[in-house]
């Protein structure tokens, strides 16, 4: 093992770390400001001037895949491209935007258009491409991702009930979705939906995946979807009904039952981006409950003196390194033995790091007393970040499950069909079929 950075993780970390330094940092309190004034679903104006900043530096869309993981090969797929991190060197990259929650979007590198950027990258057709990819990768338009649904126990999304049938030239999309992240902001035009194309298939080939504009008829949304009190704008997380609405055959994504196939190559790369925006996160709590600690003084000396936060602060210093060398290894396999080989350390990250992020911001928030709890310090909306992700993209209980079945098969005592059905290879996509949730909430704050 060589935990020696690269030459590129360093260059592409270090530009990530230098220009939020210089551009998004100093910036916070306008962006505060301008967050707070008049309408809540807007477009920001320091948010896009930074984004033009950071696209003219060339440090803009660094989540994009190797043009190699394009799904399909043909010239054209070169003019969709971006600087061809693996997911090791982004991870690294994203553990300095999870400091600040807008940094990502500065560098059009926010949930759910990274997710769905990479849906068309890897699984678009050329018309797909120029229509939708292009504006996303220019920054230009966003995008939002509708698989939870309000009825169904959506941690198997097997249970999905939108229906999307065939009618001649068209595609009919019917049913409601919730927690669809991004919805509320006025320069979301795309949507990408899952449903079933046709229920009487096997479990794990019902489901498709299909586009569709947001101001087609029959799309309404219904309500806004706070997150522990915070409405998350202008992103924002909605509920959405979709009545009779037709689209053009066309704009079916792959083809018909393979929306579980597309969600796990969407999937598997934005978990690991969550979770090394989450060490970010955590790495700002443990700066702000030191620096607490340190100002204050009760019962006659320092805070910080009192054995209680000696032992907090030691641990959140342990488990933050612990986690991301978990999370860096996850990446680092993803890239050398593919994301199907790499699914337990996935589902090990996305376990791990929330619930590693959260002790560690509940103990900044009791260090901060009253303020803790208060938004003067962030805290608050960060654990509020936090728990969601607990949830996002497959709740904890998903992936330890996960997790267990494939230690189970390791030590089956017969390893023949029992070992095969714990891993999941009985069905197309049943090892993972039940280890992500519909759900895309609250994770691009």
Known sequence: MDFEPTERQVYWSGRVRDFIAAHVRPNVPVYNEQDRAGDRWKVIPIVEETKAKAKEAGIWNLFMPPRNDSH????????????????????????????????????????????NMEVFHRYGTREQKEQWLRPLMNGEIRSAFLMTEPNTASS??????????????????????????????????????????NPDAQRHAQQSQILMPIDTPGVTILRHLPVFGYDDAPHGHMEVEMKDVRVPADNILLGEGRGFEIAQGRLGPGRIHHCMRTIGAAEVALEKMCRRLQEREAF?????????????????RIDIDMTRLLCLKAADMMDKVGNKAAKQEIAM??????????????????????????????????????????????????????????????????????????????????????SFSSGDMGVAR
């Open 349 to 434: 990250i996305k376990v791990q790091a929330p619930n590693m992020a959260l002790r560690i911001i509940d103990d900044a928030i009791q260090a901060h007393g009253g303020g803790g709890v208060s938004d003067d310090y962030g805290l608050a909306r960060s654990y509020a970040n936090q728990r969601t992700l607990r949830l996002a993209d497959g709740p904890d209980e998903v992936h330890a499950r996960s997790i267990a079945r494939m230690e189970f098969a390791k030590h089956a005592p017969n390893p023949g069909p029992t070992a095969n059905a714990l891993r999941g290879d009985h069905g197309r996509a049943a090892n993972d079929g039940e």
């Open 156 to 197: 198997d999304a097997t249970n999905i009930e939108t229906r999307i049938e065939r009618d001649g030239d068209e595609y009919v999309i019917n049913g409601r979705k919730w927690w669809s992240s991004g919805l509320g902001d006025p320069r979301c035009k795309i949507a990408i939906v899952m449903g079933k194309t």
């Open 300 to 316: 006659g000396k320092p805070v910080y003196k009192h054995s209680v936060w000696e032992e907090r602060v030691a641990r959140a």
């Open 72 to 115: 399909h090969h043909v010239d054209d797929t070169f003019e969709f491209e971006g600087p061809g991190l693996t997911n090791l060197e982004y991870a690294l990259c994203a553990e300095e935007m999870g400091r600040i929650g807008w940094a990502s979007e500065v560098f059009n590198c926010s949930a759910p258009d990274t997710g």
